[in-house]
Each structure stands twice: as structure tokens, then as C-alpha cells.
């Protein structure tokens, strides 16, 4: 009589996967995201492209995927307190300077208004307006600082290496940081007084 072996580990018997959302993510970051199409990456990982729609529904939730993994790349360790949270912020910005610059194409699609997925930026989101909080700053205004920072921060990634008068990332950086949060400091009066 023989009898099989128990299948102890969990894992379905039979052919290892092929895919998981660590290849896809690894692919999708080997070349442009701006122009990625779902038959390159199926390509780049040597897959069916109909094999990638039981992991992610189209290109929308590949890029779902990419910022997953970004944003646990770039969020820096710890919490902002109140004595450090500009520097917490500058880490972060840095961060994003170098993580989206290094995939083609991702800080242009990051700086286009789309929709962001909500999980990797909702997290990102609380962290800066943790950091602003921390820096004393109201509810509200902690909110608008985030806006301020994320679209700064962004916008100026999706505009590096436009024009070459641009200022360095640092100049803009301190520039940025110098105003914030929303709310505190001079930049509460008008610019010009009537």
C-alpha cells in the first residue's frame, strides 16, 4: 500500500510560482514606468502576460505595487519629534529624491495628477502630518503642510533635469522647509500689503 507524503509546508504541490508581487515589482522598476504596458513586464519576467491578471488587475495596479514598495523604501525609521522634524522631513524628502529618481519615468508619473493608491500614500501622508504636528502645528494647518511638502517635493522631482537653470534639490529643500508648517512664522502675513 503507498501512501502520499503530507504536504506540511502549506504551499499548493506541484510547480513553483512563477510570479509574486516582489518579481513584478523588481521588473516593473528594470525599465520606464511612464511607458510600462502589461506585455513588457510579462516579457521582462519570461510570463504570459494574461499570467500577470491573477496578481494585478492592469498597469494601474502594477503601479499600485511600485508606490507600495517605494514608500516603504523611502519613510525614514522612527517618528518625528519636536525637535526634529525638519530634519525627519529633509531625510524623507532626500529619500524621494533618490528612490523616484532612480526609476525612469516615476517621478513624472508621481508629479501627473492621477489617482495615488490610497494605502502607500495614506501611509506617507500620516507621517508628514505626524511631522508637522510635532512641529506644533494645528490639525488643519498640519494638513496643508502636507500638501504644500508632497507637491513641492513631487513636483520639483517630475521637473529635475528640465531646464538648466533649475535650482539644486538642496536650495529648493531648505527653501521649502524654511516656510513650513503652513500657519506659523512670517509667511502668515501678505506677501504685498495692500
Known sequence: MTTKAKNTTGNRPGRPARL???LIVEAA?????ETLTMRELASRLGVAHSSLYRWVPDR?????????VMVERLLPAGEPGPDDWREWLARLARSMRDE????PG??????RPHRHHPESFGRLRE???AAF????????????SWQVFGF????WLGAAGSGPDEPSFEAFLETLLRGLPVGSGPLDRPLHPS
Request: hydrophobic share 50%.
Open 20 to 22: 509574486s508581487r516582489e
Open 100 to 103: 523616484f529618481l532612480a526609476v
Open 106 to 111: 516615476y517621478a513624472a508619473h508621481v508629479a
Open 60 to 68: 494601474d495596479g502594477v503601479l499600485d505595487l511600485v508606490s507600495e
Open 127 to 129: 507621517r508628514v502630518v
Open 29 to 33: 522598476l528594470r525599465g520606464d514606468v
Open 152 to 155: 513641492g517635493v513631487v513636483r
Open 133 to 144: 504636528r510635532a512641529a506644533g502645528a494645528g490639525e488643519a494647518d498640519a494638513e496643508s
